[in-house]
């Protein structure tokens, strides 16, 4: 059985936290935590050392959670092939699947495949591809994904000048009325969390600014649920 992404709700800010800033030591223990922090899934990072100069985690790790987790887990494909590794990571129990239109695979392949394996389907940008590289598949997939940094490593700084490309696809799911979650990734903390949903961003990955807030992780899940109150005040 799978969790569905599609039940989750547009209309309010909801944290994806990236166990990429979990302490790999003591994965459960940390997942745990973040699920009776009130977290509304988890983010897993994959990363293949070829798509970015970084490797993370993969199948293996992916399994050895599913065993003791309950919350939806939103992965993350940063990885050359996508199409050719939705089944295992699928299989392995990832509920929701996340992949770059700067990829090598065709994206109508990887989204079929996606869909194919059982998973609801993302499509991600990184920060210098334009809106309209994911336009052509916005009624095609669960969510987009806008980067707020460059994907390979966590802790880095917010990139501002990625909201109008936030606020521009937020525009056109509501315009066209779909049930599409816009998630952020990189740099959201406390201070930045509140313009990416002022831009329109309702569902954002924190790493850092959850599983390493000083005030523990209640407190970093309640901060980014507060958001909503500036949920698309900036959309012109
Ligand atoms: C970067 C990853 C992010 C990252 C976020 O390639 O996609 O999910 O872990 O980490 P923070 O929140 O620390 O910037
Ligand atoms: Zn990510």
């Not at 790999?24 to 997942?31: C, E, K, M, S």
């Amino acid at each position: 059985m799978k969790y569905d992404l599609r039940q989750l709700p547009i209309d309010r800010v909801l944290v994806s936290p990236s166990l990429l800033a979990a302490d790999f030591g003591n994965l459960d223990r940390d997942i745990a935590e973040v699920t009776a922090a009130g977290a509304d899934m988890l983010h897993l990072d994959v990363m293949d050392g070829s798509f970015v100069p970084n490797i993370s985690f993969g199948v293996p790790v992916i399994k050895s959670i599913r065993k003791n987790s309950t919350l939806l887990f939103d992965a993350h494909l940063m990885i050359d092939h996508p199409g050719k590794y939705a089944e295992v990571f699928s299989s392995a129990g990832a509920d929701h699947i996340t992949f770059h239109v700067e990829s090598l695979d065709d994206p109508a392949e990887v989204i079929a495949a996606i869909r194919g394996a059982g998973c609801t389907a993302g499509i991600s940008v990184k920060p210098k591809t334009p809106a309209s590289a994911i336009m052509p598949y916005l009624d095609k997939v669960d969510m987009v994904l806008v980067m707020t940094v460059e994907p390979g490593f966590g802790g880095q700084s917010f990139m501002a000048d990625q909201m109008p490309k936030v606020a521009e696809i937020r525009r056109e799911i509501l315009r066209r009325g779909l049930k599409v979650q816009l998630q952020t990734d990189g740099g959201i903390d406390a201070k930045t969390s509140p313009v990416a949903a002022a831009y329109g961003s309702n569902l954002q990955v924190a790493g850092t600014a959850v599983f390493r807030h000083p005030e523990g992780m209640k407190k970093a899940v309640e901060i980014i649920h507060g958001s909503t109150a500036a949920l698309d005040s900036n959309l012109k």
